[in-house]
């Protein structure tokens, strides 16, 4: 642009500060999923190079090569690729860190800040809370002060922080519009998104451990809000998953079964409507309260009633269900089916058999009664609820009914299909959530990974399948106030008091608000939004011009905020007198220049007719002595009065 | 006015207008002249009359120095004036053994300096002196001038050869600088008609007194300038400092006479306030001499171009 | 190349203020919106880039946080834009006013830049090849001064300015074009050394007349009171019976230099402009006073800086 520009300077020790503290808020961002030897070197390396450069000191070339050689080596040492969110991740944050060691003039500044946003950018792919979202946006602010330090004659630095936090701020609209009307894409344009990322919550399988995990892990796994009242805590059944095949060690829904017909449904009650907000899962399982009765839109029924979608929960999911708490399901059953809920493992515990084959000779065809048989062993028979149970051994059912008779539901669940099959009862192992927290703040219901849970369900000749917790026999308060209070024995703690009770709920509202309403925002929900506002997503025409006419509008007012000027220090008589001024000027009566107020009035007073010409008369005397008759400012009432009359003329 | 004044003040005031009607019955046909060397008088400032002879400059000063009942002298200056003959001389007497001081004109109430630029750099500068200070040292002696002591000086602009002009740095002395220019028809029928100025001013009633204009100086000083005022003010200042075709803008100094200026003209006008209109009527008076232009430009209309530029903010 | 030159011509036909050429105009200026022009830095251009890189990775992510972060940086950094316009957009350049300065020298000129309603921040004015970094606030005024470049004596045109502002974040540029109509005079270059002016007193010329006070006076006067005892022509007054003043000749205590064009022939015009320069700066510096007769004109007798800038015009101005 102009060829005069000075040979880049460096820039000052200010802008250097808040580059520094962007990369540093930069870092903090992503320290939870960095590897644990990159993190504190980088902080300490950022440190130093801050201190250094405020001395004027530049950073050994020879020891940024090495670093920037050391860095990829680290990445792939740690993870064996540099590709992928993790090593990514890392590489990006080291070499913005690294980029700080070579930032000697604007130009790198510029650079660094650049990159550092979209570094930024990044943090987010490890987790889109409101709260991560809030901070990474919050760290925009030094991103944008540093390229305001480096404006020529830019200010102190408070007031150059205000500036950006404000222009921040006033990008919100803006901000706002864009989201909503960016189009989605349908298909992902690289790569395959969540490939490698874990999953979360009630996976299609169950081995040892593995709900065990989920039980102490307290981020939540969905919500859901009730048409009508929540249902009490002993229905708040939602199945994810039916396992029918076990190997011995793990539970597993068996390929067999997926070619079962839908298990018929008849309600015997009322049904509830509700909607499910789903975290984000990375998996098709969806949960569903017993007994779902339709699949909704883009999500398909398995034969036992789990509903699964039709892509994987990678940022959330909302759906609609309707379901019965009271049913019969599958009142006749098939041979395929008797045959898969009889299934057992070769011939290991046999002991658990034993048992079975006893309660059988003993109560005949009598299912309920060996039910009954089974529950009482696990109620009175020294079996206790942890969730921290011994390690069983190879015979993993014999070992908990027999020995350790310690564990949590998927130990209780386990063994009791087992025993179930091995008495000649189909049986089958439902894993899903459990209970669930009721918001107070808002009429919904919060499930939270811990409340995942697995129990049982057997199959009686005229009821169908019905649903058996064998868990609640040994705790019947795992039931009524969920996992954790379960294992460690219930009683008022001080983070169950009311006020703090009420703050979680607050928040968590705030939370489901967020991921409803911005994480859940997809392709089909913008369709749906758009289409109430009158354009046809359908037709590129009608997107465009939205688009268009939305950027237009965002441009003019814009603009339109570019062009205002303020009013200046005046105070509000001066601007009744400018806006009489104006609006004489208009009925051809202009100040000349240099002419004093009061001539001004009394000179246009005596082109008007009398009576209006005395009005002005009248305001050109008040207008003196309130403007220059005393050193103090006029008192309000009457300047107030002399406005009231200035638009009361009408010349 | 705060209604505490003394009694005398208000009469002085009340006395105004008539001292006023006189002077303008003397000097015929310039009354916004004369208003403006009362202001003059009244602001405290010492007045320079510059023009073309015969136009009746020495009259207003006499007008003026006989309405306000002034003591009157007047030197007529030369080239061979010394400060002596302004100041005075210590006479050495007989009888008593001692030099005594015999004051010369400047020891009067109100001087007219006739023909000011005809007397050298050192009287002109020993006047100026003693106009700035309202004081002057004779012989290791300070002597106090009376305390209505007022310079009123005549120059003539035509007459260039065989004279000092009085430098840029010392013509701000002048609270203003007049002209009156030729008296417009009827009045100058009327001067012909009229009987002679000479004698008129010898029959002269004075309507105010020496005490009279002390008060109404007090009362001038006491009258308010609002924010608003200072403010035009200050931009007309501004404005003189930023003109491309003046090299020296008016100084700080220039701002106060401006303003004791138009603090005059708004107690001539009866009021006890400054509005910007008192500013504009005085300023060529009292800023024109000030100005020094980039070029031969002229000065009023510098300073006249000054008042159309700089709005007055309401 | 000459479909360039024609572009370019009716680009600045068109857009008079998009390039240099724009018609002189009056003091004061204020900026509009007609003469604003604004586009992206390359920093800019670099950072759309980049924010372009972070919408795609987000909607191939689906991630709506992120989506919503670049749509935020997105919308605080299009702001720049209008930043940049509105930290020129209403600004005034009240006057300018020239310093003086002969051929050669560095010329100051002083801007005055004001700010009538809000502040104005990251400003930066191109002159010639230099740039001064300024901001204002709000309702004040700014004094910019500026060196410029002289060559020759006589009027010199200000040199088109450049206004421009990359205010808030360096990815716009917005820049206007200023060609106020003012010249500025330069005076002529003083020749280094030279023959001081014929009847300065400097050469070997007798000394003039002195006078002692008393002798020589040229008549005689009325005495009036104030005048000095001293003076009173005893004699005179004796014969006359009425006191009588000696008058003196005016005293000749300032020798008068007269600084002449016609003494100077055989010279060419430029040197005799650069010796009278030179004589005129010295009898300033001396106190002296002076008179220069130059071809059409005549100034002085008389002293002083007025008298000073008043010969120094005349002879920058000289053809």
Known sequence: MSAARVPAPRPDARSFGLLSLTVAATLALHATHLPLWLSPPLALLLTLRWLGFRRGRRFPALLRYALVLTLPLGVIATYGTLFGRLPGAALAVGLLVLKLTETETRRDVHIAVAFAAFTLMSALLFGQSLLQTLLVC?????????????QPSAGATRAILKTAVLRLAAALPVTLLAFVLVPRLATPLWGAPGMQQARTGISASMSPGAIGQLLVDDSPAFRVGFDGPIPPRAQRYFRAVVLWHFDGRTWTSGSAARHLPLEPLQALGPTQRYTISMEATRQTLLPALDMPLQAPAATRFTAARTLLADRPVDHGLRYTVSSATAYRLQPHLGARERALGLQLPGDDDPRARALALHWRTR???????????????????????????????????????????????EHYASAFVFLMRAAGIPARVVAGYQGGYANRAADYLLVRQADAHAWAEVWLRGRGWVRVDPTAAVRPDRISLGAIAAAQGAGARWYQAAWLVGLRDRIDVLNRLWDQSVVGFNALRQRGLLTRFGVDPQRWQSVALALG?????????????????????????????????????????????????????????????????????ALSTQFVRLRYASTQPAPRLAVRDWIRRARELKP | MPD????????????LPPALAQVNALVLGKAHVVRLGFACLLAGGHLLLEDIPGVGKTTLAHALAATCGLGFQRVQFTSDLT???????????????????????????????????????????????????????????????????????????????????????????????????????????????????????????????????????????????????????????????????????????????????????????????????????????????????????????????????????? | MSLLASLRARLARRHPSLLRQRPREALPIELGQRRIYVVPTAFGIGFGAML?????????????????????????????????????????????????????????????????????AGLCLHVDATRHDFSIAAD????????????????LDLPALKLESTWPFGLFRAWSWLRPDVRVLVYPARETAGPPPLGSGAESMPAPRSHELGEDYAGLRAYQPGDSPRRIAWKASARNATLLLRLHEPPDAQALWHLRWNALRGLDPETRIMRLARWVDEAQRGGQRW??????????PDAGSAHYHACMSALALLP
Request: proline share 6%; hydrophobic share 45%.
């Open chain 1, 363 to 409: 109560y005949g065809d009598n299912p309920v009664a060996i039910i009954d048989a089974a529950l009482h062993r696990f109620h009175d028979d020294g079996y206790r609820y942890t969730l921290t149970p011994p390690p069983l051994g190879r015979q993993q059912i014999d070992d908990f009914l027999f020995d350790t008779r310690a564990g949590f539901c």
């Open chain 2, 4 to 15: 505490s004044s003394p009694q005398a003040d208000l009469a002085s005031l009340a006395r």
């Open chain 1, 549 to 617: 006419g939305a950027l237009a509008v965002a441009l003019a007012f814009g603009l339109a905020l570019a062009l205002r000027e303020p009013a200046g220090e005046r105070d509000a008589l001066g601007r009744a007198f400018d806006r009489l001024q104006r609006r004489l000027t208009r009925r051809d009566h202009p100040r000349q220049p240099g002419e004093a107020p009061a001539h001004y009035l009394t000179r246009v007073a005596a082109d008007l007719p009398a009576e209006q010409a005395a009005a002005l008369r």
């Open chain 3, 291 to 300: 008179q220069l007769d130059l071809p059409a004109q005549s100034l002085g």
């Open chain 3, 52 to 120: 372009i890189v972070m919408l795609l990775g987000a909607l191939n992510y689906n991630n709506n946080a992120a989506l919503l972060l670049t749509c935020l940086l997105g919308a605080a950094c299009a702001q720049s834009m209008y930043g940049a316009f509105r930290a020129l957009h209403g600004l005034r350049l009240e006057a300018i006013r020239a310093g003086h300065a002969e051929a050669g020298q560095a010329l100051i000129v002083e801007l005055r830049f004001a700010a009538p309603r809000r502040a104005h």
């Open chain 3, 140 to 155: 004040t005024a700014l004094s910019l001064p500026i060196n410029l470049h002289t060559e020759r004596r006589g009027w």
């Open chain 1, 138 to 150: 919050a760290a925009l602010a030094p991103a944008l002060a540093t390229l305001l330090a480096l």
């Open chain 2, 83 to 314: 400060p002596a003959d302004i100041i005075g001389v210590g006479i050495y007497e007989q009888e008593q053994r001692r030099f005594k001081f015999h004051p010369g004109p400047l020891f009067t109430e109100l001087l007219l300096a006739d023909e000011i630029n005809r007397g050298t750099p050192k009287v002109q500068s020993a006047l100026l002196e003693a106009m700035a200070e309202g004081q002057v040292s004779v012989e290791g002696e300070t002597r106090a001038l009376p305390g209505v002591f007022t310079v009123i000086a005549t120059q003539n602009p035509l007459d260039l050869a065989g004279t000092f002009p009085l430098p840029d740095s010392q013509l701000d002395r002048f609270l203003m600088r007049l002209s009156l220019g030729y008296p417009d028809a009827a009045a100058e029928r009327a001067l012909l008609t009229g009987s002679e100025r000479r004698v008129l001013l010898r029959e002269t009633r004075s309507v105010l007194t020496a005490a009279d204009l002390l008060a109404l100086r007090e009362r001038v000083r006491a009258v308010s300038a609002s924010p608003a005022v200072l403010e035009y003010l200050q931009a007309l200042l501004g404005a003189s400092r930023d003109h491309p075709d003046i090299r020296v803008g008016l100084s700080p100094r220039a701002g106060l006479a401006l303003l004791a200026a138009a603090r005059a003209w708004a107690l001539l006008g009866g009021r006890s306030y400054v509005m910007p209109e008192d500013v504009q009527a005085v300023f060529i008076a009292v800023a024109a001499h000030r100005l020094q232009p980039q070029r031969n430009a002229e000065r009023v209309a510098l300073a006249s171009a000054l008042l159309a530029e700089v709005s007055v903010r309401a």
